[in-house]
């Protein structure tokens, strides 16, 4: 509520800001995949075009300036509105390995994801960090769906069933790349 009330409409009024959302963690201190990143309880994201310029962050808030890569978002669009994000951010070991890590986040990683149709997933948007740095990338999910921790959990099985078990060599192309590095995924 405190973003909300406070830090959103002063970001919202800078230049070039079109419109500002924030969200809040559903599933706080996940586990299951490792991150570098601590844990936070509000995003807020902020639609922006070349006239802005970040405003230094506030007292305890991390920010992050990143554009949509040239490749496109995939996915659908649907009519209902999106009612939950899963945040994706992830860095390459070394910036040699950026591009490498970058095309296989759009063709090996998110593709076959699309292909999938998750029910509940819509677009699946890569971007990335203005100016470099860590984390680099960012996959933004977004759904449509009343339970947005379940609909995540489909994921991968329905990506399973199209490339195979752990262990094989499609699967594990898809779910890991030599210079991957998670930042942080809720």
């Not at 706080?28 to 902020?46: A, Q, S």
């Not at 890569?69 to 040699?96: C, Y």
Request: no cysteine; hydrophobic share 35%; aromatic share 8%.
């Amino acid at each position: 509520e405190a973003y909300g009330r406070e830090r959103a409409p002063q970001v919202a009024g800078l230049p070039g800001v079109k419109r500002s959302t924030w969200w809040s963690n559903q599933h706080p201190e996940r586990d299951d995949l490792p991150r570098r990143l601590r844990e936070f309880t509000t995003l807020g994201l902020y639609e922006v075009d070349a006239a802005f310029v970040p405003p230094p962050p506030a007292n305890g808030v991390t920010g992050l300036h990143l554009v949509a890569t040239a490749r496109p978002g995939q996915g659908t669009l649907g009519p209902e509105p999106v009612n939950g994000l899963l945040l994706v951010l992830i860095s390459p070991r070394s910036d040699e390995e950026a591009q490498a890590l970058r095309d296989w986040g759009d063709v090996v990683h998110l593709r076959p994801i699309a292909e999938a149709a998750v029910p509940g997933y819509r677009m699946l948007t890569p971007y990335e960090r203005v100016g470099g740095g860590e984390p680099r990338y960012l996959h933004l999910y977004e759904m449509a769906t009343d339970d947005p921790e379940s609909t995540y959990r489909t994921m991968t099985p329905l990506v399973q069933e199209r490339l195979g078990p752990p262990g094989t060599p499609a699967y594990d192309a898809w779910a890991w790349h030599p210079a991957l590095r998670i930042d942080y995924v809720n």
